[in-house]
């Protein structure tokens, strides 16, 4: 079955950090390079971070130096440590494939307050 699950989100003072995890299904963790996408309250979902099955790794500036996207591939899990948090990181935080290919999961809703 095609699943991804989302977990780890919350509220957070500005500056404070939170560690985003994704269970991912076999079919879509072993085949693709893995990305973080989030949405902000009234904007279009948007690509944060990725990494590929080798790790490499490719974020969106805005989250550059403050966002680590890693990876474990026993476990079929991504994760996003995110640190420095500021207002405008608050959104709907998903992972899919790079490219959103598969069913979106529901997400984990992180708030960042200042």
């Known amino acids: 079955q095609v699943q991804l699950v989302e977990s780890g989100g919350g509220l957070v003072q500005a500056g404070g950090s939170l560690r985003l995890s994704c269970k991912a299904s076999?079919?879509?963790?072993?085949?693709?390079?893995m990305g973080w996408h989030r949405q902000a309250p009234g904007k279009q979902r948007e690509l944060v971070a990725t990494?590929?099955?080798?790790?490499?790794?490719n974020y969106v500036d805005s989250v550059k130096g403050r966002f680590t996207i890693s990876r474990d591939n026993a476990k079929n899990t991504v994760y996003l440590q995110m640190n420095s948090l500021k207002p405008e990181d608050t959104g709907v935080y998903y992972c899919?494939?790079?490219?959103?290919?598969?069913?979106w999961g529901q997400g984990t809703q992180v708030t960042v307050s200042s």
């Open positions: 899919n494939s790079a490219g959103g290919s598969y069913v």
């Open positions: 076999d079919f879509i963790f072993s085949i693709n390079t």
């Open positions: 990494i590929t099955k080798g790790g490499s790794t």
